[in-house]
């Protein structure tokens, strides 16, 4: 099955949309428990997969208003999140394997980060090339 242009046009906004929400939840969250008082119910924190989060949260919202632009370089961002996400993941695995502090949702957050941040690249790549 081929998807048309108009697909494409709004599967990239639906992207770009899903993109600012999720940066501006990831901000929300991650500033709540960095300089907020949500570090009492945040539990096992990994320190650099919070402060990862964080700073990837502004990139997420930069990304998704590019692709609503339909910026060549919101693309590449999307890409480079999508692999900067599955380094991360990767470090906590180690840090888990070496019996480091976790909280299990930061396994489903980083899990749903990685699926999401890969499928919007590839979204955003495939368009990019169309048009």
Known sequence: MRISDNQYTWLTRAAALVA???GAATI???GSVLFGDGA???GNVVGFVLWF???AGFAYVAAGAGLWQRRRWSA???LAIALGTLLVFAAFGIHV???GAFEMRTVGAMTLRSVVWTLIALLALRTMQRG
Do not use: Q, T
Request: no cysteine; proline share 0%.
């Open 40 to 42: 009492r119910s945040a």
């Open 76 to 78: 590449w961002l999307a």
């Open 97 to 99: 394997a070496a019996g």
């Open 28 to 30: 929300r969250a991650g």
């Open 53 to 55: 989060n964080f700073l």
């Open 20 to 22: 600012i929400a999720f």
